[in-house]
């Protein structure tokens, strides 16, 4: 397993672990974060587009996640966040992938900055609210309860997964990406501490396997940092 974390203790106001911070990843659905602050930003949405941005966060719903980013202008969304946050490592798709959203790349340092932002801004309560609804089960049906909420006691997260189907993605793409290995993050509010551990695994590596590292590697990471960990929802 390959893997980068940032721990920001909020009420310290600094970093206080991390590891490969500046590493970039392909983001995967932790994206759907950026894109709902920006879709968001300025607005009052209701209706049809309030479900878009509920669904994406809470079930992680991949079509909703592709109509907000054909609206807001594909690579656009992510250039104007990456100007109004001050993100150092995000970039957009690849030019030949660019309908792509989950191929953005991001480092674990950045996914910190946006989780700051969001707690500063008004449209970033919404967003808040409904990753602490997340649901077991994503859109796709992929089990969402791995990494932070097995192992925080409070929590409002966004997972990412790419890379788990029967064929690999092998399309050219820069190294940083992964393509071709199996990718699962977990991210963000827990405990007073805004957390992202992004990881890639080896190719053929199960969503299961790769759930139960994350999952131990969170308890890690959340250890080395000190926070008192609550149980996981099977008691383990």
């Known amino acids: 397993m390959w893997a980068s974390w940032v721990v920001f203790d909020l009420d310290a106001g600094r970093v206080v672990v991390e590891r490969r911070a500046a590493e970039v990843f392909r983001a995967a659905s932790v994206v759907k974060v950026l894109l709902a602050l920006d879709f968001l930003r300025g607005r009052v ?59 953005t790349g991001i480092s674990a340092a950045d996914v910190v900055r946006v989780y700051r932002y969001a707690l500063g801004v008004p449209e970033g309560r919404f967003v808040l609210r409904e990753l602490r609804r997340m649901a077991p089960r994503a859109a796709d049906g992929f089990d969402q309860v791995f990494g932070l909420p097995r192992v925080a006691g409070e929590w409002a997260v966004k997972q990412g ?64 940092t000190g926070v008192a960990m609550g149980s996981s929802p099977d008691g383990q």
């Not at 150092?88 to 030019?95: G, H, Q």
């Not at 957390?195 to 080395?224: C, D, F, K, Q």
């Open 45 to 103: 949405v209701v209706g049809r587009d309030r479900g878009l941005v509920e669904a994406m966060l809470r079930v992680s719903d991949d079509a909703a996640a592709s109509e907000v980013w054909e609206r807001g202008g594909r690579a656009e969304i992510v250039e104007r966040m990456v100007r109004r946050i001050g993100l150092r490592e995000t970039v957009p798709p690849p030019a030949d992938m660019a309908g792509w959203w989950g191929y």
């Open 161 to 224: 997964w790419s890379g788990f189907e029967d064929v690999p993605d092998r399309r050219p793409a820069p190294e940083a990406l992964g393509l071709g290995r199996p990718a699962l993050h977990t991210t963000g509010l827990v405990d007073g501490r805004i957390v992202a551990v992004l990881t890639l695994h080896p190719e053929g590596t199960s969503a299961e396997a790769a759930a139960g590292r994350v999952t131990a590697l969170a308890r890690h990471v959340m250890g080395v």
